[in-house]
């Protein structure tokens, strides 16, 4: 799901402009620089390619493994290198075939797009989460650094190895 929002040039947000689409190609019919194109990345830009790279199995295998493991930091170590090994290798697909392409065309027309995760920046099995997402994208042919930069890179609290990256939020809500 995308969702198109008109914004003033004051910053407020028109909520009668909103739209959601579930078509990717649409973005391009109705988007002009006043827009600011909000999507999700799970599930709209892109979509585990196997059952094992979901979230929930990820999380069954790693709670498996601590019931199995009697020491407590032993269990969290190899459920950690687990879900690790699977977050970093397992490719991912296009939900939308056309979706680099599309946001290319979005890209060069200026057109402010930001996508939204329910992942944290960094999680026990994976200290640079952002990153980590933004790659598999970039495999994908999607760059979102490539959009038009609105937020600039913070610096995450309580990490030194890596800065946000631009236009992607991390609401830090992992469910």
Sequence with gaps: MVCLMGVSSLGQIF?????????ISILLQVSDQ????????????YKPCNTMSDKR???????????????????????SSFENTIVNQVDKVLV???APSVIRELQARGIPLIAI?????????DPNFGIT?????????????????????????GSSSFESI??????????
């Design 15 to 23: 909520a009668n402009d909103a739209i959601e689409a579930t078509d």
């Design 34 to 45: 006043s827009t600011l194109i909000l999507t999700d990345i799970t599930d709209t830009l």
């Design 57 to 79: 199995w990820r999380s069954y295998l790693a709670g498996r493994v601590r019931e199995i493991v009697l020491d407590p930091l032993l269990a969290s170590k190899i459920a």
């Design 96 to 98: 939308h075939k056309n």
């Design 117 to 125: 995760s329910l992942k944290n920046w960094a999680a026990p099995y």
């Design 133 to 157: 997402t933004s790659n598999h994208l970039k495999k994908l042919g999607i760059d979102l650094e490539q959009s038009v930069p609105l937020l600039g890179k913070v610096q995450v609290e």
């Design 166 to 175: 631009q236009e992607i939020i991390a609401t830090d809500e992992y469910t």
